[in-house]
């Protein structure tokens, strides 16, 4: 039984399309898409669901030379800082944002079972939060919305346990 990853697999066009349209951007803003940044944004892409700062690393290893811990760091905080991943400060893990640049509030759904997460359509701004949060000179950080539940996987997993 292992994580399931839910929401659809992103098509290999899709992700090179994501690539095009990252390297454009990022020319654009005069930075580049170093290999390492390239390859923390592959891998976050074609996995879809969040990982783990040490999962990502793992990937990272198999192409035969690791990066150290501090490059890979760097490289997960750009990607961050410019919209194509989100972090999740409650898993410490980061996902490859599905829609960058439209500047939104992530909004995570998280599976209980395995503490998964990914993306989903956020309903709301983070605004909601923001403006009354400044009305009592609270200055927000960061805007989170999880739904926590259960992924189609675990739920079929269950329901294939029951019937056995
Ligand atoms: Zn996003
Ligand atoms: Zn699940």
Redesign the pocket.
């Known amino acids: 039984m292992k994580p399931y990853q839910f929401g659809p697999h992103p098509a290999e066009s899709a992700v090179s399309a994501r690539f095009a349209r990252a390297e454009h951007f990022f020319e654009g803003k005069r930075k580049r898409l170093t290999p390492i940044r390239r390859r923390v944004l592959e891998t976050l892409s074609v996995r879809r669901s969040a990982m783990s700062a040490s999962k990502i690393l793992d990937q990272l290893k198999t192409d035969g030379k690791a990066p150290h811990t501090q490059v890979a760091y760097r490289a997960r905080e750009f990607l961050v800082e410019f919209?194509f991943?989100?972090k999740n400060e409650h898993l410490n893990t980061y996902?490859?944002?599905?829609?960058?640049h439209?500047h939104?509030t992530?909004?995570f759904r998280i599976c209980r079972m395995y503490d998964e997460a990914t993306?989903a359509p956020?309903p709301a701004s983070g605004d909601t939060m923001q403006r009354p949060a400044q009305e009592t000179g609270f200055v927000v950080a960061a805007t989170i919305l999880k739904a926590v539940g259960i992924c189609p996987g675990c739920l079929d997993d269950a329901g294939s346990k029951r019937n056995t």
Do not use: D, M, Y
Request: charged share 15%; with cysteine; aromatic share 0%.
């Open positions: 919209g991943a989100h996902v490859a944002c599905t829609r960058p439209a939104h992530p909004a993306e956020s």
